[in-house]
């Protein structure tokens, strides 16, 4: 037994050894502020910045193209006389409306098609025959069904975000698998029960998907209607605002809208729908 458990010459045994591995290994502050994600983006839109005002500097015309702090400047001054917020305010209070109204009508659609073949083969059929439609080609539509003004909006809006959605979600609802579905029977889960805490919850990543082209497809279709019938009540939104400024060839302006639409769209994305992204799909695990 003795012999067993006897030192054996041929090992070495170094435990002071510099090739040992590291457990733990303190990063250095460039590493740490490297790993945030806020800042890698701050410094990708930082040289987009440094770009558009070489080129706009190397350009030397800014009725063509204004330099970035040209158009801070315009966004600035429209910002303190109240104009851009108040257009803001506008385009947004009706983007949440055809919004909310994509949603719900989203949700109704793929309730339909989970529950019976019948529904699967109507949002199906629906989805196949209008979301490869331009939401743009419904104005002339909108402007005799809804007259000039807010109602019209909302319309193409609401079919900008309808198909989008319905369509991410109803996928996501078929991937789940059916071990989950089983689970959830198993305790007793049925109808709306088995819904609610197994099926939304397994197919978030793909609603959550939904809501993000639904919102970007809505946004963009918000301003390119603007820019045609946006104006109602003696008052239009950011697309107005930029049609206005272009017709009295006042670039900067149309810049500073534009740069206003590029910020909402950055906070919404990397703030709101990140935020959510955060508390749901990856604190259960879903994304890395």
């Known amino acids: ?32 502020i490297y790993r945030l994600g806020f800042v890698r983006k701050g410094l990708i839109l930082a040289v987009l910045a440094l770009a558009w005002e070489a080129y706009g500097r190397w350009l030397g015309n800014p ?3 204004p330099t970035f702090g040209q158009t801070v400047q315009a966004f ?31 949700a109704l659609l793929t309730t339909l098609a989970i529950g019976s073949r019948i529904g699967a083969d109507l949002l199906e059929t629906l989805t196949s025959m209008f979301n490869p439609l331009p939401a743009i080609a419904l104005l002339p539509l909108a402007l005799i069904w809804f007259g000039l003004g807010t109602g019209s909006v909302i319309f193409v809006l609401v079919h900008s975000v309808l198909w989008a959605i319905a369509l991410n ?24 029960k088995l819904v609610r805490l197994i099926l939304i919850p397994a197919a978030f990543p793909a609603i959550l998907t939904g809501l993000k082209v639904g919102w970007a497809f809505a946004w963009r279709t918000l301003i390119a209607a603007e820019l045609v019938f946006g104006v109602s009540s003696g008052s239009g939104g950011l697309g107005w605002f930029i049609f206005e400024n272009r017709n009295q060839l006042e670039t ?20 709101i729908f990140a935020v959510i992204e955060r508390k749901t799909i990856r604190r259960w695990g879903m994304q890395h």
């Not at 045994?13 to 040992?20: E, H, K, L, Q, W």
């Not at 009706?94 to 109204?101: A, D, F, K, N, W």
């Not at 991937?175 to 049925?190: P, W």
Request: no cysteine.
């Open 1 to 32: 037994m003795t012999d067993l458990v006897s030192f054996r010459p041929e090992i070495i045994r170094d435990v002071n050894s510099s090739d040992a591995p590291v457990v733990a290994k303190t990063l250095g502050w460039v590493e740490r």
């Open 63 to 65: 009725l063509l193209f």
């Open 76 to 106: 600035v001054e429209n910002i303190v006389n109240g104009v851009i917020p108040q257009r803001m305010l506008v385009s947004l209070q009706t983007l949440v409306i055809g919004y909310g109204i994509g949603i719900v009508l989203a």
């Open 169 to 192: 979600t109803h996928a996501g609802f078929r991937s789940v698998s059916n071990t989950l579905r089983m689970v959830g029977q198993n305790y007793g889960l049925r109808g709306l």
């Open 252 to 271: 900067a302006n149309v810049f500073a809208g534009l740069f206003t639409v590029i910020l909402i769209g950055l906070f919404v994305e990397n703030v």
